[in-house]
């Protein structure tokens, strides 16, 4: 809207002045928007940056990914499976990752990464970012794990796949549980074998001593 007006009143100055000073005119709107647009994308930049550096301030483990070529629909899904996990996916500039991992002494050459790039943020369970990025890579060829990022460390493509493969939190307090309560159920049914075995000799004693009598 305020483009527009100024334009529309550089326009009139240049019809009822002449060429050369409207032109002039022209030119310094032009400037000013030019510094006003770029001062409102610098003040974009801050908040975008500001926002990841809390994000990575959160997160417990970081998979980093390859989005490039990735269909819109594949990311939705990978960003809600990654929710209902607590875990996040952000699409992010490698100069902004770059410019918080110097800040927070993490050595990295994220710049040097190929393609476009997302962070799938964990909060809870350190492996589940990898995993879920892992299941839908299989069914999307272009979407690629390149590394991650535990306990402020890099860490490789081949380190980052493996994380992958492993059972997560519940896959391992599932199998757990299943450990402990197996040998107490087997338990419960030889007492209660036992129980029914010393009922029937009880039985048993009890009808001989009648017979006896």
């Not at 159920?185 to 001593?209: C, E, P, R, T, W």
Request: a positive charge.
């Amino acid at each position: 809207m305020e483009t527009d007006i100024f334009l529309f009143f550089a326009e009139r100055k240049t019809e009822r002045s002449g060429a050369t000073n409207g032109w002039y005119l022209l030119l310094i709107v032009h400037c000013l928007l030019f510094f006003k647009f770029m001062a409102l994308t610098k003040t974009q930049k801050q908040k975008a940056i500001e926002e990841l550096r809390e994000k990575i301030e959160r997160q417990k483990s970081i998979a980093i990914l390859d989005i490039g070529g990735v269909k819109v629909k594949d990311l939705f899904e990978l960003r809600k499976s990654m929710k209902k996990k607590d875990c996040e996916l952000k699409v992010a500039k490698k100069t902004f990752v770059q410019l918080i991992f110097n800040e927070k002494k993490i050595k990295s050459n994220i710049r040097e990464l190929p393609g476009e790039i997302a962070l799938g943020f964990g909060y809870k369970d350190i492996i589940e970012p990898f995993k879920l990025a892992h299941s839908l890579s299989v069914k999307v060829e272009k979407l690629k794990i390149l590394g991650g990022l535990m306990e402020n460390k890099i860490i490789s493509k081949e380190e980052a796949i493996t994380l992958a493969t492993l059972p997560s939190r519940e896959e391992l307090l599932t199998k757990l549980v299943g450990t402990i309560f197996n040998p107490i159920s087997g338990f419960v049914n030889v007492l209660q074998g036992n129980i029914k075995g010393l009922i029937y000799a009880l039985s048993a004693i009890k009808d001989i001593k009648i017979n006896e009598q």
